[in-house]
């Protein structure tokens, strides 16, 4: 847990120099029934498309450390990754729904992450989420995140983490 400390205020203080746009914290759990922690850095396109009445696609690149504790035999492991994310709003309100996809890149502390065997370090994330945002700066929402190699290498078990987020802009 003190090396999860160290890597979310050497996150945080990146927030100020790189001049990132969000800052985020989620907590959550595995497929396997362990748990997840994650604060990342999201760095707004500063675009929008298909903006009407409805709604609008928007995005942002995000930079994130996730602490993995689960299972006996490779539990404390830790990522880090980085992703393109879509984000699609509904309407124009003070608080609208979104729904958000990214698909990036993670490279893990091991080859396994709880009973899981990743068969590689190296992992794709694919990412999909739900939620609410307040204003232009805060959101809250649910993600399910899949990491696995894509059959680069063998065994490739893949592993699942269920999130709850609450993201700010800075």
């Known amino acids: 847990m003190k090396k999860s400390l160290i890597a979310a205020l050497c996150l945080s203080s990146l927030a100020f120099d790189a001049q990132a746009t969000e800052m985020s914290g989620a907590v959550g759990a595995t497929s396997q029934g362990g748990l997840t922690a994650r604060v990342a850095l999201g760095f707004d396109w500063d675009k929008a498309w298909l903006e009407s009445a409805t709604g609008r696609l928007t995005g942002y690149w ?3 450390y996730t602490y993995w504790e689960s299972g006996d035999e490779a539990g404390g492991r830790h990522s880090v990754s980085f992703a393109p994310v879509f984000v699609y709003e509904f309407g124009t309100g ?3 729904p979104f729904i958000e996809a990214g698909i990036g890149v993670s490279m893990f502390s091991g080859s ?3 009973d899981q065997k990743l068969g590689s370090a190296f992992n ?7 939620g609410l945002k ?3 700066s805060q959101r809250v929402g649910l ?9 680069i290498k063998e065994p490739n078990d893949g592993i699942e983490s269920y999130a709850l987020f609450y993201s ?3």
């Open 94 to 96: 003070e608080v609208r």
């Open 134 to 136: 307040f204003g232009d």
């Open 112 to 114: 396994s992450a709880g």
């Open 124 to 130: 794709f994330e694919d990412r999909l989420g739900a």
């Open 168 to 170: 700010h802009s800075i």
């Open 143 to 151: 993600r399910v995140t899949h990491y696995s190699n894509a059959g």
């Open 62 to 64: 995000d930079l994130g």
